[in-house]
């Protein structure tokens, strides 16, 4: 990584930590605008992807979905703080009462709620995992298409008020090797709308300009051809696709 961090010091003043979190997740605010601050230090190794890149990763997909005009991704930045290097992204209120992705009884999936896998609960009740069908969420499983995310659970999608929909925690994203893993399999084989296919295309265009450059400082130059070769076999596909055999297609545990 060859970005230059911008140092925080001061500014940022850590409140809090979230201990549920695997790695470590830090709360505080910046300037006085709430943030959560994920240092590489506290980064837990991971097999797949190499040591030290998350926030990196976490930085680049958020510049992707700027590219595509969508705001799925919150700000996020590239920051030298008090526990070092690492990304700072803003907090995002969400609204508890609009659940976009839920585990349900089987037999009473809600009206509209589309259907992805069925396992059993605690109990060893039958549930179903559902999503809702939305614009919004849609555009986060496109995003994570383009950005091959790995690591697509109920709890990274943060539900706004007003109906938006921010995706979070896109440290494993960007590998070269097919990564997909995600909750959102409700629209295999739909076409994407014209909406979709104009923000993969923005995607395509920024990488010749500013986007191009920002990504080639936090990503090996291998995982920037990839991202642009990913946008142009989804633009040749033009429907979402279906999980691939041979690969978990869901994240573990799903929430
Ligand atoms: N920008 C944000 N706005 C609001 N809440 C956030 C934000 N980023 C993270 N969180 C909260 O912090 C939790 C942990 O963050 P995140 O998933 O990025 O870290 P993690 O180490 O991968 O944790 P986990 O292992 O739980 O996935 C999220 O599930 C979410 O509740
Ligand atoms: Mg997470």
Redesign the pocket.
């Known amino acids: 990584m060859i970005a230059e961090p911008e140092p925080v010091g001061d500014r940022l003043v850590l409140t809090g930590r979230?201990v549920?979190?695997?790695?470590a997740?830090l709360v505080g605010e910046l300037d006085a605008l709430p943030v959560?601050y994920?240092p590489v230090a506290g980064e837990r190794p991971l097999h797949d992807f190499p040591d030290g890149t998350l926030a990196a990763r976490e930085v680049a997909a958020y510049a992707v979905s700027r590219a595509t005009g969508w705001d799925v991704v919150?700000e996020t930045r590239l920051v030298d703080g008090p526990a070092g290097i690492g990304m700072l992204?803003?907090?995002?209120e969400?609204d508890p009462e609009q659940p976009a992705i839920v585990l349900v009884p089987a037999d009473a999936v809600p009206e509209g709620m589309l259907h992805v896998l069925d396992g059993v609960g605690i109990d060893d009740e039958p549930v179903a995992l559902v999503h809702e069908d939305t614009a919004a969420l849609r555009r986060i499983a496109v995003l994570d298409l383009v950005t091959n995310n790995a690591d697509r659970?109920g709890?990274?999608v943060?539900e706004r008020a007003d109906g938006h929909r921010h995706g979070?925690?896109h440290?494993l994203t960007m590998h070269v090797d097919h990564k997909l893993r995600t909750v959102l399999w409700g629209w295999i084989d739909e076409p994407f709308s014209d909406e979709e296919v104009a923000g993969i295309r923005r995607v395509i265009a920024a990488l010749d300009g500013e986007l191009g450059e920002v990504l080639d400082a936090l990503l090996a130059s291998s995982e920037v051809d990839a991202l642009a070769a990913r946008c142009e076999a989804l633009l040749a596909r033009g429907t979402f696709p279906e999980p691939r055999p041979g690969r978990p297609a869901v994240p573990w545990p799903p929430f």
């Open positions: 979230i549920s979190a695997s790695n997740v959560v994920k919150p992204q803003r907090w995002v969400t659970k709890g990274h943060l979070i925690d440290g």
